[in-house]
């Protein structure tokens, strides 16, 4: 009987574990599948996270999946800059969020 209840708290332990293990990688971001160019002199210098600039952009093009961000200084501003493409539409979508802000500067539509 005894070896049966060691039996049992060391399965419970086993699932607890796996269910731990298995709710913290749900919590990790996921790998992001675009291509990234940000300096870090650049980043530390922003006030808008990369993660809250590509909500900004995602949701001005809807639909839109991000192909590639930089992080920029252009024309003397900050910029988190994501060149978007959506499906079944040519070319692709460029939209610029402000780094300090989180405002959009531009939304241009770019030929392929």
Same mark, same amino acid.
């Given at each position: 009987?005894?070896?049966?209840? #060691?039996?049992?708290?060391?399965?419970?332990?086993?699932?607890?574990? #796996?269910? @731990? $293990?298995?709710?913290?990688?749900?919590?990790?971001?996921?790998?992001?599948?675009? !291509?990234?160019?940000?300096?870090?002199?650049?980043?530390?210098?922003? !006030?808008?996270?990369?993660?809250?600039?590509?909500?900004?952009?995602?949701?001005?093009?809807?639909?839109?999946? $991000? !192909?590639?961000?930089?992080?920029?200084?252009?024309?003397?501003?900050?910029?988190?800059?994501?060149?978007?493409?959506?499906?079944?539409?040519?070319?692709?979508?460029?939209?610029?969020?402000?780094?300090? @802000?989180? !405002?959009?500067?531009?939304?241009?539509?770019?030929?392929?």
């Amino acid at each position: 009987m005894r070896n049966r209840s #060691i039996t049992s708290i060391f399965g419970l332990l086993a699932v607890l574990s #796996i269910v @731990t $293990v298995g709710g913290l990688a749900a919590q990790q971001p996921a790998a992001r599948a675009y !291509k990234r160019e940000v300096p870090a002199e650049l980043l530390s210098q922003t !006030k808008i996270s990369e993660d809250s600039a590509r909500a900004v952009a995602l949701a001005r093009v809807a639909g839109s999946a $991000v !192909k590639t961000l930089e992080l920029e200084r252009e024309h003397g501003r900050l910029i988190w800059s994501f060149d978007l493409t959506v499906a079944g539409k040519p070319g692709i979508e460029e939209v610029e969020v402000d780094a300090l @802000t989180g !405002k959009i500067v531009s939304v241009e539509h770019e030929d392929s």
